[in-house]
């Protein structure tokens, strides 16, 4: 077995990583960049067959449902098998009606722990505990040798459990580790053993969400991502510990029921506290796609501007800047406080420039509540500890030159260049 990197040695997101084998070749992950422009072209990895006419290519697998995953995928060619998550699939169709997404028709699933031959190779999905829904690690095994894929991944998350799971039961016999560092930081010297650095779990993020609702007075406006289920979770926890409910737009909505969970908070009779509104961008997207179904579904559950000013203090509403002249019209932002549950570093882009502009005019105060999707070094350490990889390859992270620092047996390897498993 052989694999070449085409893209994540070196930086975070875009991944793309090719498997050879037994004359054929599989794909794991066809992602974006994130360093690249919204509107820019990306040309697709080098890998013979992404083009099409080429049947050594086996297929692609996607590990889960972010950008830098899955993102140049709508240029793979059509005949060429992908495989992802059940989940995955449906909240890739849901997002592509409102933003970024693409409707996928899957050559197959991936299910926990269940192995899914793909010509040669055996693929066995782990599912992780990730900001995304339904993501998964991926062990390949070929010619006797087995790759580990971690995919993201991290330990404390609302799914925390999984991940102590494959510490308990990892896969045997790994020969090498793709192990993402997100959180390894170049230029950083690496933590004491006695003094791991700090990480904010879920929960914490729900006791300081459920402490700054209670001491609003007026309405809670949250930035979150529509696609972190998680987040959606702590969210939901956090206004029902405040005595609130909760305001959901329709696009999470949409993609709350397209996890296809009923434990996942999402407007119907079963979660009396879920609540729809509907900002203006969406109302424009529905109406130019004639998809009035969509507002008709949650319309036993829907609040408009007046129903929110009418009681302020009775609810946490997401919240996109688009609409804040329309609440402020209604009267809606009086004594009102605005929660940031996003990478900090997104404050910092145009959006979130304009966004903090408008908040300080209209005298509203933000705090941050967030925690990252990927794990601590103190839970790559423990992962690394429990598969005991033969060796470790540092992707998905700008501190790969400190993996040895950190971890044993450490392989760090180029992009595009191939190297034995």
């Known amino acids: 077995m052989r694999v070449r990197i085409h893209r994540g040695a070196h930086e975070i997101g875009g991944s793309c990583v090719e498997v050879e084998a037994a004359g054929c070749r599989l794909v794991l992950d066809v992602g974006r960049p994130l360093s690249s422009p919204r509107d820019a072209s990306v040309p697709l990895p080098d890998v013979a067959g992404f083009g099409g006419g080429d049947p050594s290519l086996a297929g692609v697998v996607i590990s889960h449902a972010h950008q830098d995953h899955w993102g140049l995928v709508d240029q793979v060619a059509a005949g060429v098998p992908i495989y992802l998550g059940a989940a995955t699939r449906r909240i890739l169709a849901e997002a592509g009606f409102w933003s970024s997404g693409i409707d996928i028709d899957a050559a197959g699933v991936l299910v926990h722990r269940t192995p899914l031959d793909i010509g040669p190779f055996r693929v066995t999905p ?29 330990g404390h998350g609302r799914k925390g459990a999984i991940f102590e799971e494959l510490l308990r039961k990892p896969p045997a016999g790994v020969d090498v580790m793709l192990m993402e560092g997100t959180n390894i930081r170049p230029g950083h010297e690496p933590p004491a053993p006695e003094t791991p650095e700090p990480v904010a779990t879920e929960t914490d993020v729900e006791v300081a969400c459920a402490a700054t609702f209670r001491d609003t007075d007026g309405l809670v ?3 979150s991502s529509a696609q972190n289920i998680d987040r959606l979770v702590t969210l939901y926890r956090a206004t029902l510990q405040a005595d609130r409910d909760f305001v959901m737009d329709l696009y999470i909505a949409g993609v709350a029921r397209a996890t296809g969970s009923a434990n996942i908070p999402q407007p119907g009779p079963d979660w009396p ?16 796609a004639g998809a009035f179904h969509r507002v008709d579904e949650i319309k036993p559950y829907r609040l408009y501007e007046e129903g929110l000013a009418a009681d302020p203090a009775r609810f946490v509403v997401s919240f996109t800047l688009s609409d804040g002249p329309r609440l402020a019209a209604a009267g809606a932002l009086a004594g009102a406080r605005a929660v940031w549950s996003l990478w900090t570093g997104y404050l910092g882009e145009p959006r979130g420039q304009q966004l903090q502009r408008f908040l300080d005019g209209a005298g509203i105060p933000l705090v941050v509540h967030h925690t990252s999707g990927h794990a601590s070094i103190a ?3 423990r992962l690394a500890a429990a598969v005991a990889p033969r060796r470790i390859v540092p992707i998905h992270s700008l501190g790969g030159h400190r993996y040895a620092d950190l971890f044993d047996r450490v392989d760090p390897q180029p992009d595009g260049a191939w190297w034995a498993v």
């Open 273 to 288: 506290r879920i609540h729809v509104y509907v900002p203006l961008w969406q109302r424009r997207r529905v109406k130019d």
């Open 221 to 223: 406006l949250v930035v």
């Open 379 to 381: 839970d790559l350490q």
């Open 126 to 154: 782990f599912l992780n505990d990730h900001s995304a829904f339904d993501a998964y690690s991926l062990l390949v095994e070929a010619e006797g040798k087995r790759l580990f894929y971690t995919g993201d991944i991290r």
